[in-house]
């Protein structure tokens, strides 16, 4: 009996109450019943999960997951236990009673799904265990994890080609929301996929908002932000270093939020319980450094911000994407500054790792500062960064919706320049910017600045406007921080423009006032009820109440129980009969069996009321 991609879609609406595929879901799936290797280059939040599920559900035999992710192996697992899915998994944090409980699970032929980490299935006699029982896939999960490249890299990824040699006929999915070139050719070579059909989708995450702020004061201008879209919600904030992770933490405390810090150096135990308090509640940011955030399919985060820049443009596209998992709009928000200027261009000078690294290096760095300078589409150059061609305006990016204005900075860029050539290169920004606006101190007094012809020659313009000049000028190379002081030296593009053999452009920075009497009415953009009505919103959050209430008895996050934007259907659509009800979408079979009646009840009695 062979089993066909209208099987598989009949299986989607009973099992997850969803209408049709998505994106490349359907040719990944049919590909994988035909019995072929398949591997899916596909953005968070494209559904690749349902990508090795629903084949699980509609084979004969067991599908086995190999996931990286131990921590949230459990959540994974619990999630689809509320769809009545057949699944479990196995690893190192259960006890011997419960690992054998599922060892007999599987001998019994009782288990769709086997979710398993590598060096559990890899040691002992892990691989005989498993071909106890018929396999018909292997999903490799996070299949970057085989790559050398990413600071994701987990050794026991390489040693599963043993695995592959015991069961050569079984087909393998290796997914991956990771794109760059080097990591799928690393995947391809090392999970012997040369034969494999790649399905590449789009990497557009259409409902992010891309936002670069000028840094000027990071915390008050995230603060005013989040004041008037997110209120209330689940956020992540990057940083640099664990110590302003720390910081911005207690900061974030201070000022009556609910954050706490991630980072490498705390315990695996804090660290864990800081996930997990931010998976299942609601309204939490996170404060956290790049170890924080693989495989965190909480599909409720509203926003991520980088208070410090990203490393490369792969990092950043990987970070802000664990925003609006959900489809609902989301934002991404960076704060980008002088200082970020100035580190970028030291870094591009100092490395000193070998030459083809360093270029490798260079190239990255000067995409993330053409990124954070750019004038037009962010979506447009984030999917050309990743080789996919995008016809801008996205309408959904700093840039689209109010385009920056553009000014000839040729006069502005000589006297900067000619106050760091008077100067005799030996400075940095901010005293640059003393001579430029006039200002006395004791250096410009020790130096005899006063009396340069360039003292105060810029007064006309306030120090805060020169340092954003400075920062345009410094990333577009007409400066160079050198790398023990940051004093500026001028490049030969400097020089040009010194000479009057070069103009440049800069952007006129428009501030962005307080927040205007329309801002503060005007319903936040991100709140899922902003698609609803007022007695719609009310019942929605009935639902969140009930659905919370729900979760918290079963020890699981909300977002397993139902999705927000199940609620907000589930508002919409009020169904009256358990039938209807399961054809929400992100309902299904299972889980109205769970909560018909208990979500049908709230919403006859707001029905009644009305
Ligand atoms: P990924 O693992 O690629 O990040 P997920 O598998 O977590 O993505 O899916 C992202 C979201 O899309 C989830 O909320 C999921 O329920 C939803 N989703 C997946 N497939 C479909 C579909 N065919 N129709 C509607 N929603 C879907
Ligand atoms: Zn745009």
Partial sequence: MTVTLTDARDELRRVFGYQDFIGKQAEVITQVLNGGSALALMPTGGGKSLCYQIPALVLPGTTLVISPLIALMKDQVDGLLQYNIRAAYLNSTQTINESRQVRAQFLNGELDLLYVAPERLLSGDGVQFIQQQPINLIAIDEAHCISQWGHDFRPEYLKLSTLFQHLPQVPRLALTATADAQTKKEIIEKLNLENAQITVDSFDRRNIRYQIFSKENTRAQFLEFYQREHAGHSGIIYCLSRRRSEETAQWLESVGLTALPYHAGMTTKTRQRHQEKFIREEGIIICATVAFGMGIDKSDVRFVAHFDLPKSIEGYYQETGRAGRDGLAANALLFYGLGDAV????????????????????????????????????????????????QAPCNNCDNCITPPQMQDGTVIAQKFLSAVMRSRQMFGVTHIVDILIGKTNEKIQKFSHETLSTFGI??????????????????????????????????????????????????????????TKADRVRKPRTDPSAVLNEWQAAIFEELRAERLQLAQAQNVPAYTVFHDSTLIELAKALPTTEAEFATIPGIGAGKSERYAAKFLKIIDRLREAE
């Fill in 343 to 390: 580190n970028i261009r030291k870094l591009l000078q100092d490395s000193t790792a070998p030459a083809n690294i360093r270029r490798i290096e260079q190239q990255k760095l000067d995409a993330l500062i053409t990124f954070c300078e750019a004038n037009d589409c962010r979506r447009a150059l984030l999917l050309k960064y990743f080789g996919e061609a995008y």
């Fill in 458 to 515: 810029g007064s006309d313009i306030g120090a805060s406007e020169w340092k954003r000049i400075a920062r345009q000028l410094i990333s577009n190379g007409l400066l160079q921080p050198d790398e023990q002081y940051g004093a500026l030296k001028i490049t030969e593009i400097g020089s040009k423009v010194l000479r009057g053999e070069r103009t440049v452009t800069i952007k006129k920075e428009v501030k962005k006032t307080k927040t």
